[in-house]
């Protein structure tokens, strides 16, 4: 069965260090990937996605992701956290060009320590 | 503006009373779904719709109807809400492969 697991269901990093979550697929074909920012008390904007070409993508508040296709991976990443990206986070995977069946990760809250 | 409401936001009911929780779009997107979020579970597909009259399940859809009569709205109906489906809800539409989200309607059900 098709499934994205996302490793860490809450990550604590302090103010100015990397942020790394993570998030692996199950497929053996390429799908999209997507990674979903959900902030307290609202619904879920887009952060990034990766359809096809550059595997190393960026997205909105300074995050960027790798898509590992030999890793079944979509690692997201910050350089310098900012308080302001405590929220949760949702990756996600689509094996179709339309929206139709989509498959969500089962998210990883991430905190910000002064 | 560009977005996608739902109403209630909050609804608290009571076993076996139905209810609909209405989902509307303004951005003439072909595709709609459904969402709930429980913690530690993500969000789950309930039902999803490739436009007018073309609905299909998603992984959960057991006590859940829904109809596509018109492009921009996208009911979600609870015929007989039980505990078990006390959640937050979810709507979405998208054109493609991206996801526009609504704020949520978070459902109670004693």
């Known amino acids: 069965a098709q499934s994205v697991t996302q490793l860490g269901s809450h990550v604590s990093v302090s103010e100015g260090a990397l942020v790394l979550l993570r998030c692996n697929y199950s497929s053996s074909v390429p799908p999209y990937l997507f990674w979903y920012v959900q902030y307290p008390n609202q619904g879920l904007q887009l952060l990034l996605k990766y359809t096809t070409g550059a595997t190393l993508v960026k997205g909105i508040n300074g995050f960027e992701a790798e898509f590992k296709k030999s890793e079944t991976s979509f690692h997201l990443t910050k350089p310098s956290a900012h308080m302001s990206d405590a929220a949760e986070y949702f990756c996600a995977v689509s094996w179709y060009s339309s929206a139709s069946k989509i498959i969500f990760g089962s998210g990883t809250r991430l905190s910000i320590r002064p | 503006e560009a977005q996608v409401t739902q109403n209630p936001r909050y609804l608290i009911t009571v076993t076996g009373k139905k209810l609909t929780v209405t989902c509307s779009q303004n951005?003439?997107?072909?595709?709609m779904s459904w969402y709930r979020q429980d913690p530690g579970l993500g969000l789950r597909q309930i039902y999803y719709?490739?436009?007018?009259?073309?609905?299909d399940k998603g992984d959960v859809p057991e006590g859940y109807k829904v109809s596509r009569k018109e492009k921009r709205n996208f009911p979600l109906i609870l015929e007989s809400p039980s505990p078990n489906q006390t959640s937050l809800y979810f709507c979405?539409?998208?054109?493609?492969?991206?996801?526009?989200f609504g704020p949520g309607t978070r459902l109670l059900v004693l």
């Open positions: 719709s490739m436009n007018v009259e073309v609905t």
């Open positions: 979405a539409s998208s054109p493609e492969e991206t996801q526009y």
């Open positions: 951005m003439n997107h072909e595709y």
